[in-house]
């Protein structure tokens, strides 16, 4: 299976909005500078974020985005259901049933068994996504980081958080 790049940007995005102080936000732009990426498809993303409740944005010249859930509320499933859709990786269109000299339909009666493992497949995936946070993968940073990895967006969050009223 292979997600879209925006799956990355989205969680990394979540990840680093965990890190502002209360009622601060950042910038599409910033966000899209600290990791390399075209703003303009960062902000479909963020978007997508926003409508599932994951950011919420803050309009205005100071403006930007913040999670709108906790961090420990916010699931690696969550993001990429956002960014992806709910829809299944594998979509069975039943090809078993094309071709020549198909077969009548009695033939066909139970699910296909390729679709079946696929769906289980997913199921076990999504579960798995489900119980991770974004708090449990920046627990995880913190112990394997030695202080570089927290340094640098200390460094570019001092120069990047806009503090809000709202």
Excluded: W
Excluded at 82 to 109: D, H, K, M, S
Excluded at 158 to 166: D, F, G, L, Y
């Amino acid at each position: 299976m292979k997600l879209s790049d925006g799956v990355e940007q989205a969680i990394h995005s979540v990840a680093m909005l965990a890190a502002l102080t209360d009622k601060s936000v950042l910038s599409a732009a910033a966000l899209a500078e600290f990791h390399g990426v075209s703003t303009s498809y960062l902000l479909k993303h963020l978007q997508a974020l926003s409508g599932a409740g994951i950011v919420a944005t803050v309009s205005g010249p100071k403006g930007g985005y913040r999670l709108a859930r906790t961090a420990e509320e916010i699931s690696l499933l969550a993001i990429v259901l956002a960014v992806e859709g709910a829809a299944p990786a594998f979509r069975c269109a039943e090809i078993r049933q094309r071709g020549p000299n198909p077969l009548p339909g009695r033939y066909f009666t139970r699910p296909c068994g390729i679709n079946a493992a696929m769906l289980r497949a997913e199921k076990a995936y999504r579960a798995e996504l489900g119980k991770v946070s974004i708090a449990d993968v920046l627990a995880d940073l913190a112990q394997s980081d030695d202080g570089g990895i927290a340094a640098r967006g200390c460094a570019f969050l001092e120069i990047n958080e806009r503090k809000t009223v709202r």
